[in-house]
């Protein structure tokens, strides 16, 4: 009978999620790009360098020149991380909470003193070697999240790393007017999403409140970019192509499963002037609906970029339903971009534009 007791107890603990969820549905990419965050995330025809592995493997065949990129870094946080970690103003406080952020007590208590915000904070590391047709790479990334309505309800975490070898491989056909392409992940995967009572300590069992495991995942990109004025181009990328599934389970037990999701993209290129880029890009993610709880108006992601002599970029975008924007500045050596972007952080189902979470992203790469 306490057998019996234990594994009901195991098996609860294992699907009594938190609310506080991942945005999974209408940001499916495993890491994701300052350059297209600022796009709205609408990105799919642009992608034309090593990000093309996440976004549409079929931009390898527009990658000018090779890049080895050793120093790859995503930084990402939002208004709530930064209000509770701003210290009160003072600079070296703030300096020691950025430390507690990353401990449950810590990030518990930074909350405790500023309740009612989510906090969120991404970084993504993904070293590689890309030419046209190829990348080479591998990926890391690590989000927490963590809410905190008041102080008499549940403190919510929610925690996904994702690290794995990365390859990805393109072709085109007919001079160009048709790429296709394909990249397989050897992805890892562990996470925890849990809450505490407002009596309970912030105690977390690592057999039991992670969950982990290992997949081959495989996105597919097609792109076809017809000759004429502005260069219309149409795009699809088929995510998790292979239908996955976890493997080598760990601790808790498998991961959520990653639902195999089919995007579509158009985009137009006027020309501007000699030394002047333009693009615009239209998106919509997850045509097939498995994510049912995301209303249409989430999927629809528009962008513009504007870039000058390809050494300077100034990009609006509207995603999630809201506005993103950034810079950003490149060579054969250097990136860097600083991206501000929102998403929909309502709890309601089909919610759209009740609940802003405004984000900020510097990225920077170099290389050669």
Same mark, same amino acid.
């Given at each position: 009978?306490?057998?019996?007791?234990? !594994?009901?107890?195991?098996?609860?603990?294992?699907?009594?999620?938190?609310?506080?969820?991942?945005?999974? /549905?209408?940001?499916?990419?495993? !890491?994701?790009?300052?350059?297209?965050? #600022?796009?709205?995330?609408?990105?799919?025809?642009?992608?034309?360098? +090593?990000?093309? #592995?996440?976004?549409?493997?079929?931009?390898?065949?527009?990658?000018?020149?090779?890049?080895?990129?050793?120093?790859?870094?995503?930084?990402?946080?939002?208004?709530?991380?930064?209000? $509770?970690?701003? @210290?009160?103003?003072?600079?070296?406080?703030?300096?020691?909470?950025?430390?507690?952020?990353?401990? /449950?007590?810590?990030?518990?208590?930074?909350?405790?003193?500023?309740?009612?915000?989510?906090?969120?904070?991404?970084?993504?590391?993904?070293?590689?070697?890309?030419?046209?047709?190829?990348?080479?790479?591998?990926?890391?990334?690590?989000?927490?999240?963590?809410?905190?309505?008041?102080?008499?309800?549940?403190?919510?975490?929610?925690?996904?790393?994702?690290?794995? *070898?990365?390859?990805?491989?393109?072709?085109?056909?007919?001079?160009?007017?048709?790429? $296709?392409?394909?990249? @397989?992940?050897?992805?890892?995967?562990?996470?925890?999403?849990?809450?505490?009572?407002?009596?309970?300590?912030?105690?977390?069992?690592?057999?039991?409140?992670?969950?982990?495991?290992?997949?081959?995942?495989?996105?597919?990109?097609?792109?076809?970019?017809?000759?004429?004025?502005?260069?219309?181009?149409?795009?699809?990328?088929?995510?998790? +192509?292979?239908?996955?599934?976890?493997?080598?389970?760990?601790?808790?037990?498998?991961?959520?499963?990653? *639902?195999?999701?089919?995007?579509?993209?158009?985009?137009?290129?006027? !020309? /501007?002037?000699?030394?002047?880029?333009?693009?615009?890009?239209?998106?919509?993610?997850? $045509?097939?609906?498995?994510?049912?709880?995301?209303?249409?108006?989430?999927? !629809?992601?528009?962008?513009?970029?504007?870039?000058?002599?390809?050494?300077?970029?100034?990009?609006?975008?509207?995603?999630?339903?809201?506005?993103?924007? @950034?810079?950003?500045?490149?060579?054969?050596?250097? $990136?860097?971009?600083?991206?501000?972007?929102?998403?929909?952080?309502?709890?309601?189902?089909?919610?759209?534009?009740?609940?802003?979470?405004?984000?900020?992203?510097?990225?920077?790469?170099?290389?050669?």
């Amino acid at each position: 009978m306490a057998k019996l007791l234990n !594994i009901l107890i195991l098996l609860f603990s294992m699907n009594a999620h938190a609310i506080l969820d991942f945005e999974d /549905a209408t940001t499916p990419e495993l !890491i994701t790009s300052a350059r297209a965050k #600022a796009m709205g995330n609408a990105y799919m025809s642009k992608v034309d360098d +090593s990000w093309s #592995a996440f976004y549409n493997p079929a931009g390898l065949g527009t990658v000018r020149g090779v890049q080895f990129h050793l120093g790859n870094v995503h930084l990402e946080t939002n208004n709530g991380f930064l209000d $509770i970690t701003g @210290g009160n103003g003072n600079f070296l406080n703030s300096t020691g909470d950025y430390t507690d952020a990353f401990t /449950a007590d810590g990030l518990r208590s930074l909350h405790a003193d500023s309740p009612g915000r989510i906090s969120h904070a991404r970084i993504n590391l993904f070293p590689n070697i890309t030419f046209r047709g190829f990348t080479l790479g591998y990926m890391y990334s690590q989000q927490n999240r963590a809410r905190l309505k008041s102080i008499d309800d549940d403190f919510e975490i929610a925690e996904r790393t994702d690290s794995g *070898p990365v390859m990805a491989l393109n072709l085109s056909l007919f001079g160009g007017i048709i790429k $296709i392409g394909a990249t @397989g992940i050897l992805l890892t995967r562990r996470q925890i999403q849990k809450d505490f009572t407002s009596v309970e300590s912030t105690n977390i069992d690592e057999q039991v409140d992670y969950r982990k495991g290992t997949m081959t995942h495989v996105t597919a990109g097609m792109r076809i970019t017809l000759p004429f004025f502005m260069l219309p181009t149409l795009s699809v990328v088929h995510r998790n +192509s292979s239908q996955g599934q976890w493997y080598d389970e760990e601790l808790g037990g498998a991961p959520d499963e990653i *639902p195999q999701t089919t995007d579509v993209g158009f985009s137009l290129e006027p !020309i /501007a002037a000699r030394n002047l880029r333009m693009h615009f890009e239209v998106n919509y993610k997850d $045509i097939g609906d498995q994510y049912d709880t995301v209303g249409t108006n989430r999927k !629809i992601m528009g962008g513009m970029e504007i870039g000058w002599k390809r050494m300077f970029f100034f990009r609006l975008g509207y995603g999630d339903g809201w506005g993103s924007g @950034g810079i950003g500045v490149r060579n054969e050596q250097f $990136i860097f971009d600083l991206t501000t972007y929102a998403i929909e952080a309502s709890e309601k189902e089909n919610a759209f534009r009740e609940d802003e979470d405004r984000r900020y992203i510097m990225s920077f790469s170099s290389g050669f």
